[in-house]
């Protein structure tokens, strides 16, 4: 055992983890009452017209305790919680949402929120999926500081046509990548984000995302 998984039971026993969503003693991150309220849906996400991603996964909505773990990762800097994340992604999606020849690709973050942060809430959860997926990560993406500042301050329709987000390609990108994201609101960022690969000489694009607004 590993001197870091000594201290953290060691930890444990002095002090009981509580559950990142109702804050009550928990074994693991999740109580077993939340993880009951998950809500889970049919992972295949309907194709939006005009899409270009081949595929999107995304096994929960964005409600109840999804959407609070999901604050928690972005907000209270709940890093460890990407573990969790990537392991509900890998149990509720099927293998073929992560194909051999595939490269992951996590949604860049906004400079601005990323510097307020101090990390990437997508990056983070990319990485721990890549880890259990065994599949290799790329950051070929890079999200431009536009004048409206990311997204957050636009109405649904601006958000809808991705108005206010640029993103661009640095360098090669992998010829299968599949986008990896927390939340997936109107696709539109998703959109962005694969059509800067396709232009760049991505052969196909797909998206995993750990919930969506249905
Ligand atoms: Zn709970």
């Not at 009452?33 to 889970?40: A, E, G, S």
């Not at 990560?137 to 109405?155: H, I, K, W, Y």
């Amino acid at each position: 055992m590993k001197l870091s998984k000594v201290f953290r039971a060691a930890l444990d026993l002095v002090v009981p983890p509580l559950c990142w969503v109702c804050r009550e003693p928990a074994r693991g991150r999740l109580c077993g009452h939340c993880r009951q309220q998950l809500p889970w849906i049919e992972p295949l996400v309907p194709r939006r017209r005009g899409s270009v991603l081949q595929q999107q996964w995304s096994p929960l909505e964005f409600e109840g305790p999804a959407r609070a773990l999901v604050h928690a990762l972005k907000f209270h800097s709940a890093t460890a919680l990407a573990a969790l994340m990537a392991e509900h992604l890998v149990d509720a999606l099927p293998p073929r949402a992560f194909p051999d020849d595939a490269t992951l690709v996590p949604v860049p973050a906004n400079a601005r929120r990323l510097r307020q942060r101090g990390f990437d809430h997508a990056d983070l959860l990319a990485s721990a999926l890549a880890r259990r997926v065994r599949l290799p990560l790329d950051r070929p993406l890079r999200r431009e500081t536009s004048v409206f500042n990311g997204q957050r301050g636009l109405g649904r329709s601006d958000r809808l046509s991705g108005r206010g987000l640029q993103v661009t390609a640095a360098g090669a990108v992998p010829s299968r990548a599949i986008l990896v994201d927390d939340v997936c609101t109107t696709g539109a960022t998703l959109e962005r984000c694969a059509k800067a690969l396709l232009g760049a000489g991505a052969f196909r694009v797909g998206a995993v995302t750990y919930c969506t607004v249905p």
